[in-house]
């Protein structure tokens, strides 16, 4: 066979090729992300190169059309559907490279290649011919170059009447490459959106997602509103569990402030909620079984299962959600009851299965979700911290929000620094840390937790005070998260210098102090810059499933292989548990 | 290794096996058609055979469940949990065997073995366990041992309290092994039903099957209720046509009266709606395009093309059919316009496609629709016989209805027979077929088609006659099936006597006189033994696809190998058809 070569001039690459290879997969294999979107099917028009040297064949159909649409030069063809013939030089311009996009942005910087489960595609469908009539739906296939694609009823109803509207110039949105969702009149590829949510016991995050440039659109944050029939997860299901009406009352509570949140963003931004075609929720076991109607009660009660774990898309109009009438929704699958989406899509965002070495993955919240990696294999576990760390049961305490005292130093005196520089009303999570963290080095409370004045009380600043009660509550969360990380260390065969990093997710971690955290305990004694802040990794994950199809596969086979640990079931729990109580004797 | 063997003493059989070998495979490849329901997996139950001589395991827990429930020897064993470990000999009892039903009952006797795409399956769900709390739904498809099932919301919300009520004993319902369908209390694994629907342009039929025994349970047959908005397909396009609300009132129409069919059979046999899951049509282009709601447009308009050719099961509930309320329907798919999904399960039932030798297959209606079957092809087509077959446009034409000639016969007078011995009130198309031979036979007509006697008309009894535009009408109907066989036949370079058979479906066909219609070049003129009705073998094809998921597998394969021939657009076509207007000279 004559030895052929490819010249990417715009990498200053030459490779050796043979006649009959495709040149997309030539440019794939020398490492460049080709823009390969409709599976090299000669569809979506995003894998133009232009032939600078070589055989030039005439241009098919479609790349002439696609061609004057996107004011290509001559010399360009479509990459996919370019056999090599002879040496040929190519250019690859940057609109046929696969877009990246931030997914997590502080602490780890994790990108994602653009590839979203649902994808829009810009067709010519042909007339019918009279010696083989294919039928309306054939010939969409034809143009999409698939067969057997699911199509709802609806749209097979409108389908004449628009081939006949727009001469079959029309736009097929595609769901995991099986099944139309729409199609839509003329070129809509540029306006492909999806959701994606963080749901929380306390806060809900919603954010507009540009599915063709993975660029946020816009980003919502509310207080979920459940939050009236009870302040945490477990008053919910109390609530929930005294009659079906309550569970349907806080099924709607959630619905409508998703749906309210959603379209406030979409008039903001001018996108309509036809253009919505997928929701991905992450959400702790209980707020997703809330969301989905289901009972809570099994959740409340030994051995705590859940109704599920794990869901194929369904229709986001069964979750009563107004997107798009054919939008998906994806429910993050949990792992096990206490370790819900939420974690699943944390570990995904933070790429913890495929990063190399040991690491600890925790979420701090009312439960303190520990997820630990060693080798290849996952452990996951969830300690019922208590809501102290959000300010719930402390004598000042209080949310993370404006007024809240979230950070305290010790200088010639205690200062104390607010959300949004307001006058202070309260302590929030991570000023009780740094706060009991001055007042122990100060010596005003003991390595066991007492406080030393006889009066009991530790002034703050003016009205705010830190009880004996309030040390006793904090000590308890400290304490739970810090038995989980050791039992879980001792589970991997692990001592904590062994960790090559230990990551943070939640809010929480933004302002939280590491040498405060660890002079009580609630980190382990290591390295400082083994500390790594990722912030609401779960939204990110959720944005991550919505935007990367691989991605969305790759976790539906990770969670199967996480072990859970139950650690209330371990005869050793109580014990190391007692025994986390006392802070450490020596600050780090 | 060690010879080891095993005795069927049920059949007489003895064969070689090996240690570790399954049991159900061994039985299996021994050509016994065993029960494998559940795909081996243990869960169904219906493997069970007795141990005559050899080993025998302690039985597993649901082993145990199930003979104690079924009342089987104790020496019975599930044959796929059976590892042979030494040699043995077994009797099989016979309801560990396969089901066979007839599906065709005329004509050809072809049965199917039933392995129906909707199954049940009795399950004893375990209770979730502390240390690892599976959910609900894992713990039902560890039941069903299978994973990642998808489940409708509706049934995931009921499922805990069914958990409850029933401590686990329930019965799945579950569709093409991946979707959970339904989930009841206790055992109804006896209570499965499912209906098949043949859908013609004149009457309509439907059956209600029982999906676990593959027996009819009841029929019922109609005239289309359509029919008030026009007697053939063309009329009710062009009804449908005028307006979006005609099309609905014709989509109404129909699937009220299907509605009203299925429910009086239910009732007359105990039968609640909620015991049915899957619905089966195979009807015409047309019809299946009006109970979908699709418009009709571009079927009454060169080229002639559909909006849909085959589509996935979908629930029933968007058809608007009352069946269990997660039921499925099947539209059984159309080959190309023209020759429709009734035609489809024509080839099936008859097994047109893997009957050794050369075939036409012919269903004569409005449209005479054909199929040659040559080596392994087939080609389809359609040609317009026009409505004269159902006695429309001809003088004293009639429905094949009580009170219709359906026959005649020539002795010393003029002999007809009517439908239910009534007195005469028209004439149906088998008796024109009669009485035009007849006519032919005695001189009074030329074979020309020419009316002998001045009068022009022919008198057949009191106030019934036979006029000469009648004649011509039969004949414009006769040539246009005459034309189609003929030219099909040239396109397979077969002559009629080199085909081992005619396969004549439809109604029309139970009372056809063969030599008759064969003395007027209806059919050709070949050995009379090859001629076979098979009777409404479209709806025995709905019937098949209800009860066997293979034969539905293969007909979706199937029909996309068939050519479809469009005679029309041959050149040829209109040369031949007015050679075929005129009879044959000589009687055969």
Not at 383 to 404: D, Q, Y
Not at 543 to 570: G, N, Y
């Amino acid at each position: 066979m004559k030895k052929l070569s490819l010249e990417i001039v715009s990498r200053a690459l030459k490779l050796p090729v043979c006649e009959g290879d495709s040149l997309a997969e030539k440019i794939e294999e020398a490492g460049i992300p080709l823009s390969t979107y409709c599976r090299k099917r000669g569809v979506c028009g995003k894998c133009f190169v232009e032939i600078v040297r070589g055989d030039i064949p005439p241009p098919t159909e479609k790349e002439s059309l696609l061609m004057r649409q996107k004011k290509m030069p001559a010399r360009s063809r479509l990459s996919c559907l370019y056999k090599i013939r002879g040496s040929l030089a190519v250019k690859i311009p940057r609109g046929s490279l696969f877009r990246e996009t931030n997914i997590l942005t502080t602490g780890l910087r994790m990108s994602v290649v653009v590839n979203p489960p649902v994808k829009k595609y810009l067709l010519k469908v042909l007339s019918p011919r009279i010696l083989n009539p294919a039928s309306a739906l054939e010939l969409v296939e034809e143009g999409l170059k698939r067969k057997g694609l699911r199509v709802p009823l609806p749209l097979l109803r409108k389908l004449p009447a628009l081939l006949q509207d727009t001469q079959g110039r029309l736009t097929a949105v595609i769901f995991d490459e099986e099944e139309i969702l729409a199609l839509e009149a003329g070129d809509t590829t540029g306006k492909n959106y999806g959701i994606a949510i963080d749901l929380g016991t306390t806060t809900v995050v919603v954010e507009l997602v540009d599915l063709q440039t993975g660029a946020t659109v816009d980003l919502a944050t509310a207080l979920n509103s459940q939050s009236r029939f009870g302040s945490d997860v477990v008053s919910r299901i109390s609530h929930a569990f005294l009659s079906d009406q309550n569970l349907e009352d806080l099924r709607l509570s959630i619905v409508r402030q998703l749906n309210s949140l959603i379209h406030e963003m979409g008039e903001r931004n001018h996108i309509p909620k036809s253009s919505l075609y997928e929701v991905v929720v992450a959400g702790n076991t209980t707020m997703n079984h809330l969301l989905l109607g289901l009972p809570v009660k099994t959740l409340a009660v030994a051995p705590f299962n859940a109704v599920f774990s794990s869901l194929d898309e369904f229709p986001a109009i069964e979750l009563g959600l107004e997107l798009n009438e054919q939008a998906k929704a994806f429910i993050v699958p949990n792992i096990k009851s206490f370790v819900g989406g939420d974690i699943s899509a944390g570990i995904l965002a933070s790429d913890l299965a495929r990063r190399p070495g040991n690491f600890v993955f925790i979420d701090l919240g009312t439960n303190g979700e520990i997820v630990l990696k060693k080798g290849k294999s996952l452990w996951a576990t969830s300690t019922a911290a208590g809501p102290a760390f959000e300010g719930m049961n402390i004598s000042s305490g209080m949310l993370a929000l404006p007024g809240a005292i979230y950070k305290a130093e010790l200088g010639k005196k205690l200062d104390v620094f607010t959300i949004g520089d307001r006058a202070p009303i309260g302590i929030c999570g991570t000023g009780l840390i740094d706060l009991l963290a001055l007042f122990k080095k100060k010596g005003d409370i003991t390595p066991q937790g007492k406080i030393v004045p006889a009066s009991r009380i530790l002034p703050v600043t003016e009205g705010i005070t830190i009880t004996q009660k309030d040390v006793r509550e904090v000590q308890l969360a400290i304490a739970a998260v810090k038995t989980g990380v050791r039992m879980m260390l001792e589970k991997g065969g692990l001592d904590p210098e062994d960790l090559d990093g230990i990551l943070i997710a939640g809010a929480f971690g933004n302002y939280l102090n590491v040498r405060n955290s660890q002079a009580i305990g609630l980190l382990p004694a290591i390295a400082r810059k083994k500390i790594v802040f990722i912030g609401n990794a779960s939204l990110s994950g959720a944005k991550e499933l919505l935007l990367s199809s691989p991605s969305r596969k790759f976790l539906k086979k990770m969670i199967k292989s996480v072990t859970h640990v139950s650690l209330a079931a371990d005869p050793e729990f109580q014990k190391k548990f007692i025994e986390s109580l006392e802070f450490p004797e020596v600050d780090p």
